[in-house]
């Protein structure tokens, strides 16, 4: 699925499914900006959750993982950004009940140029053999 | 005399040459062994520990001999690498088939505080009815955490969840003797490649 707009195309949306009682969970996807004018992302919102952050994950040489919330991402032209797991995702937060395999959640993305585009993000249970090697 | 003496020197050395080659033979057969595991070498004694399980039972290290123990540091609020790494475990254990019965996975929170019983209890079982999820007070977080050198701290950024955790996120593997053997770093993460080390060291 993709969803265009002024540019801007987003593609492959996806989000992991929960177990039971947690109340957060990560959305990924690939940010493509097809146009000539850079673009910037600026803010992220879903159906199934009070508040959505950008968080990019690192894991250090003594392997020690840790995470960092940005206020945006870069959508250069030409360029692809791809959210995935082991790095940059879209910390849902404060999710309404939750979401299983097979679920769609409608997410809107912002950026300063291209303006609020809608797209709808599957959601993948855990079991799933195919997430983790979303491209 | 003469011939008795050289015979015992014949024997002593011929001896001394049967246990050098017994010796070089086995030091090549364990750097033999260790170049064929998928993870990280890491041999020490595992550290044991009491902490409460997701059902409230208090359990220890040494409940689990006997079997390989599958040891993960993690918290619920973690929204990537924890459940990726829980689902990759579970990808191990079914990649196991018959064997999956001699392993336990081990999910120890380091987020006491948060993660009650009640919490591990809905969270762990979700990836395996297998596997186990432990907490305990503060204090028994720490020392566990303290005795495997699983760094891990709280860190406020402003984050709506409250507080998020940087944590160590090694997979550690003890064999059924309860000796630390192998450690998988988030980039050694193949399902095939971790059970094929559990079958060798099971």
Redesign the interface.
Known sequence: MSYAQGGIEIRDAWV?ET????????LYMTITNNGDEDDTLTAVSADVS??A?I?V?S?NS????????VKSVDAPAGKSVVLE??GM?I????LAGQPKSGDVVEVELEFEKAGKIKSLAKVQG??D?T??HQH | MKRKRIFYILVTVLCLIAIGWGVILYQVFMIKSKADYYGNSYEREAPEFTLTDHSGSRVELADFKGKAVLLFFGYTHCPDICPVTMGTLNSVTNTLGEDKDKVQVLFITIDPERDDQEKLKNYVPFFNESFIGLTGTPEEIDKVADDYNAFYEKEDMGSETGYLMGHASSVYLINPKGKLVLRYPQNRMDPEGIAGDIRQIL
Do not use: D, Y
């Open positions: 992991r177990p039971p009682g947690t109340s957060i969970t990560a009070k508040s952050e968080h994950t894991v003594e392997g020690v993982a840790k995470m960092e919330m797991p082991g995702h910390m849902l937060i404060g855990i079991k053999n997430q983790e």
